[in-house]
């Protein structure tokens, strides 16, 4: 059997590392891929990151024929700030970060560098993470991940997360938050999106990661269906701060959007190991459960970013699809597990609500403080630019 390759992927100047610290954590999440929450912390495996960093990074440029300016190095575990670390582990932090900036300047001197940390938040030292991405050379940005179900062992702890969230969106260096787009999650939100709507107020952009499935996926896999309920219920309690939804009203916007999930430019280190295969870095079913027989021998870590974009694409039946040349696209791996079941794309279905609706788009642009730009809506069966003018004082749009 042969796979067709689609184009899909443009060549950015960006690269994105993801880095896998540790598995210990301090909660336990049912959606989550890692078992060994109580593992020892590994420091040499930490401190030889640098080199498998820049090692991995300068051949990828050069077999990938890249122009890179910019790489984001993500840190993770685990749980990378929890309250049982003692506080050495934020020395070897700031020398981790110190030793992977000198390795790609040796080869790079130019490349820009950004340190992400993501957190589930649930931690009282508060003031040594604060320390740790202010107090340095590099610069450092924070993003937390919640979900309402599965995550928290008590409201005590959620509400410890949710000062977190208060405290560092207070001193500016909270980024986004992450939710993870289980089936229980999603229902939880559309029985009470408040949390997120205090993110909103905060100021906070919402990030979504989409299930990967793992032996637990019959409880844990939302449907299509369902998916659209969540962003029908974003809309309608004018929540508009999720990236992934914001990026379906730029599509009427005079906006350039990015592809969601562009993995030709992301890798991930897991215990060593570098991986730009999602399914093998972010699900513990084998490649024949997770892809089925078919595919699965021919997907390779040398071609598993077009296949899967080709292999999405078809699945999705996004050539067809009207809005095709500006949507963002979906995270592929999310609909590429074989017992995934495409019906009606979750994107195409807000498109289309915008489209009929133009309050919701008016809605949108009073909430998010939208500068004049150009919108494009249907006139008379045509697409034409109509300028919008924001009346900020009467916190109204005119049209």
Known sequence: MTISIIPFYKKLNKYEISCVLFEKCNLKCKFCFEHDRSAKIDIDYIKSLPQIIIDNLHKTIVNDDLTINHVNIMFWGGEVFMDGLDDGIFHIYRQLMDDIEHEIHHLYPKMDITFSWLSNGVFMKRQRVVNLLTDTNHRCILGFSYDPVDRFSSKKQEQLMIDNVKAFADIGILERISITLTKPNIEALINDISVLLLFQDLGINIDVNYYIANPNWQTQLPTDELLTLFFKTCIS?????????????????????????????????????????????????????????????????????????????????????????????????????????????????????????????????????????????????????VVVHIDHLNNKVNV
């Open 237 to 385: 309690n004018k929540l508009f701060n999720i990236i992934v939804l914001e990026k379906v009203f730029w599509m009427f916007l005079n906006t350039n959007i990015e592809k969601h999930c562009d993995c030709h430019q992301c890798s991930q280190i897991t215990k060593g190991v570098w991986s730009v295969d999602c399914a093998k870095r972010s699900s513990s079913l084998s490649s024949d459960q997770f892809y089925g027989s078919t595919y699965a021998s021919l997907i390779t870590e040398e071609n598993t970013n077009p296949i899967k974009a080709s292999l999405g694409i078809l699945k999705r039946g996004c050539l067809t699809c009207e809005y095709h040349e500006k949507c963002q696209m979906p995270c592929w791996i999310s609909i590429l597990f074989n017992q995934y079941q495409c019906t009606s794309c979750p994107y195409y279905n807000i498109a289309k609500m915008i489209e009929n609706d133009d309050q919701i788009l008016k809605d949108y642009i009073n909430v998010r403080g939208c500068d004049t730009k150009y919108l494009w809506v249907h006139t008379t069966g045509a697409i034409a630019p």
